[in-house]
T-cell receptor
Framework: GQQVMQIPQYQHVQEGEDFTTYCNSSTTLSNIQWYKQRPGGHPVFLIQLVKSGEVKKQKRLTFQFGEAKKNSSLHITATQTTDVGTYFCAGRGNTGKLIFGQGTTLQVKP | DAEITQSPRHKITETGRQVTLACHQTWNHNNMFWYRQDLGHGLRLIHYSYGVQDTNKGEVSDGYSVSRSNTEDLPLTLESAASSQTSVYFC????????????FGPGTRLTVL
């Protein structure tokens, strides 16, 4: 069945450093969503990518969807302590169901 | 404001007991989902529903059941709780198109002793 793999599982950075998490699907996706879960909280929707090669920005966050629509990335420039949390990608394939990656937990040292 | 709530927020139970976790949404969404979250596994889909009287199994449905008698509620029942079902459970809802985001509830932390 469809699988969505996300790496790395954990990342520790110094405040001000950049951070990237990568998401890879075993099948072509119709769209991909990204969610953020703060410690002790619940996942909250950040953004959706639909088009091949699409790039979207939200302040210091840059989201990319691969040309083949099988991979995606989230890049945070100059991390801040408020960026701490777990970032999930979720891909929608031909089943129509949203499949979540395992998540990347980001720790930021002040 | 529309919201999605879960109860209880924390539950401790014993092996073999039946447990029901409640999920209630006021978004008027047709789609509702139950996930469990465990370290290293992310969010895994247990059951989902696309409308009243519709229920479907997800990737980790063994030992769980759901019923959908109205739009607002999708209770999750553990028929005979097992220690392997200790986890954090999230309910979510969404609109009906494939471009809709999911809105998550605050979660229920379940411990099975």
């Amino acid at each position: 069945g469809q699988q969505v793999m996300q790496i790395p599982q954990y990342q520790h950075v110094q405040e001000g450093e950049d951070f990237t998490t990568y998401c890879n699907s075993s099948t072509t996706l119709s769209n991909i969503q990204w969610y953020k879960q703060r410690p002790g909280g619940h996942p909250v929707f950040l953004i959706q990518l639909v088009k091949s090669g699409e790039v979207k920005k939200q302040k210091r966050l840059t989201f990319q969807f691969g040309e083949a629509k099988k991979n995606s990335s989230l890049h945070i420039t100059a991390t801040q302590t408020t960026d701490v949390g777990t970032y999930f990608c979720a891909g929608r394939g031909n089943t129509g169901k949203l499949i979540f990656g395992q998540g990347t937990t980001l720790q930021v040292k002040p | 404001d529309a919201e999605i709530t879960q109860s209880p927020r924390h539950k401790i139970t014993e092996t073999g007991r039946q447990v029901t976790l409640a999920c209630h949404q006021t978004w008027n969404h047709n789609n509702m989902f139950w996930y469990r979250q465990d370290l290293g596994h992310g969010l895994r889909l247990i059951h989902y529903s696309y409308g009243v009287q519709d229920t479907n199994k997800g990737e980790v449905s063994d030992g769980y059941s759901v019923s959908r008698s109205n739009t607002e509620d999708l209770p999750l029942t553990l028929e005979s709780a097992a220690s392997s079902q200790t986890s954090v459970y999230f309910c979510a809802s969404s609109g009906t198109t494939s471009y809709n985001e999911q809105f998550f509830g605050p979660g229920t932390r379940l411990t099975v002793l």
